[in-house]
């Protein structure tokens, strides 16, 4: 089944504590996770990926783990800055054709 | 800097009326798409151009009919607006073989309001 869970739906944290977002599928067949991450009026926009042959990649402040027995993947920011306020979308594909995104999850960074 | 285009910004017609709606890529991407966004941010990919040759057609109404003149151009014509139509339509490119190279590219999207 083509389904990509993310949770939370709604995260508020405080300016330099550590966020973390998960998500979840089934799909044996996806081999690339990206997370994009969209601001109010702009498209969404890669932030990192991973591929199935990784369990880790960082990228400064933001690292993506991957589970492939357990088919997770999270998503760590830490230092949270009111700048990281956004929607973040994580997603699972396996061609260039499709993609499959989770419903997202709005994170406010408050000062 | 924005490589993805998309026009018009905002469209608002009501309800029976046709509309279409623009999207240029200048990354010399092979491959486009076209989402639908609605008001909870659910992102949905409604149809994917490989070479202006259709990949992929989402079982979206058939209202809904994509145009492509090349591989850089992907246009998007709803006839018939419903309600239901009301959306951010965002429009995507990306290399062939993006999982090893590059990712998708979003353009800043569409929103249509069906009144």
């Known amino acids: 089944q083509q389904q990509v869970r993310q949770s939370p739906q709604s995260l508020t944290v405080w300016e330099g504590g550590t966020t973390v977002l998960t998500c979840s599928y089934e799909d044996s067949t996806f081999n690339y996770f990206p997370w994009y991450q969209q601001f109010p009026g702009e498209g969404p926009a890669l932030l990192i990926s991973?591929?199935?042959?990784?369990d880790k990649k960082e990228d400064g402040r933001f690292t993506t783990f991957f589970n492939k027995r357990e088919k997770k993947l999270s998503l760590h920011i830490i230092d949270s800055q009111p700048g990281d306020s956004a929607t973040y979308f994580c997603?699972?594909?396996?061609?260039?054709?499709?993609?499959?995104f989770g419903k997202g999850t709005h994170l406010h960074v408050l000062p | 800097e924005t490589a993805v285009f998309q026009t018009p910004n905002y469209h608002v017609t009501q309800v029976g009326n046709e509309v279409s709606f623009n999207c240029k890529q200048t990354l010399g991407h092979d491959t486009m798409y076209w989402y639908k966004q609605d008001s909870k941010k659910l992102l949905k990919i409604m149809f994917s151009y490989n070479n202006k040759q259709l990949i992929v057609n989402e079982t979206v109404p058939r209202r809904f009919s994509p145009q492509s003149s090349d591989k850089a151009h992907l246009n998007l014509r709803i006839k018939s607006v419903e309600p239901e139509d009301s959306a951010v339509y965002l429009c995507a490119s990306s290399p062939t073989d993006w999982i090893n190279q590059d990712t998708q590219y979003f353009g800043p999207g569409t929103r249509l309001l069906v009144l």
């Open positions: 991973i591929l199935s042959v990784s």
């Open positions: 997603a699972a594909s396996e061609n260039a054709y499709k993609v499959i």
